[in-house]
């Protein structure tokens, strides 16, 4: 589903490359961690993998298709299929959650009231269907990264990429988001989650990528 090829990414000013031809192959409906010291590189491989960047060498597919950041067709493909979950949840700060979730169908011209009840479903999925019509400050932390789990999970994703998605909530509600993540994952999404929070790597036991030094390596699973 995720096929990384030898790719390099350097930045400018920095010695050495932060990704140096790297490569990870990740099956459909697996579920891996990316883990690595601060600075190693885990937020610059996920923006490579949305789109959000591109490769200095080496390429990346998902699906089979290759992902070419020029290419318009490529990232309308990868908008479709891949939805990704961050630290500081992204949501629309003035609109609600039901409206945080909706947008994602309405921008693929799913018909609106289609669109009200995937929502609405996704929302009772993630636990917080009753707070709907709650704007964004008036919830906590750990629901709205909930909405954001939602948001990414309405549109059925094969791929779902989380960077950090428990760095700003305490050990029980990070346990409950990843078990979540996990959930989306035995529907048949291919998840990767960048983290460093020793405790879920210790209770949930994927196959863990390690960067450091511009190289990933395997480290268990
Ligand atoms: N757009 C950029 N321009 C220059 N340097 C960058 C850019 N993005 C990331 N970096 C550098 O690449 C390294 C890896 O960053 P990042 O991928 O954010 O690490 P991590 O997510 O593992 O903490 C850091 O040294 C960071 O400063
Ligand atoms: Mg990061």
């Not at 891996?32 to 601060?38: H, K, N």
């Not at 029980?172 to 988001?177: D, G, H, N, P, R």
Request: proline content about 4%.
């Amino acid at each position: 589903m995720i096929e990384i090829h030898q790719v390099t990414r350097r930045f400018p000013q920095q010695r050495r490359p932060v990704l140096d031809e790297v490569g990870l192959k990740l099956d459909r409906g697996s579920f891996a961690f990316l883990t690595g010291a601060s600075g190693a590189g885990k937020s610059t491989l996920l923006r490579l993998l949305y789109g959000a960047d591109s490769p200095d060498d080496g390429h990346i597919t998902i699906a089979g298709h290759n992902l070419r950041p020029q290419d318009a067709r490529a990232l309308a493909m990868v908008r479709r299929r891949v939805a990704v979950i961050f630290q500081d949840f992204r949501l629309l700060k003035t609109r609600t959650a039901l409206e945080n979730v909706r947008v994602v169908l309405e921008l693929r011209g799913v018909d609106r009231r289609l669109a009200h009840r995937r929502a609405m479903e996704a929302l009772d999925d993630v636990g917080i269907g009753s707070l709907a019509k709650r704007r964004v400050p008036q919830l906590s932390g750990g629901e709205q990264q909930r909405v954001a789990i939602a948001r990414a999970l309405v549109g059925d994703p094969q791929v779902l990429l989380c960077d950090e998605p428990t760095g700003n909530l305490d050990e029980a509600l990070s346990l409950q988001v990843l078990g979540l993540i996990d959930l989306a994952s035995s529907r048949g999404a291919t998840v990767l989650v960048a983290t460093h929070d020793s405790e879920i790597l210790r209770r949930f036991p994927h196959p863990t990528y390690h960067l450091e030094a511009g190289k990933l390596e395997r480290r268990s699973g």
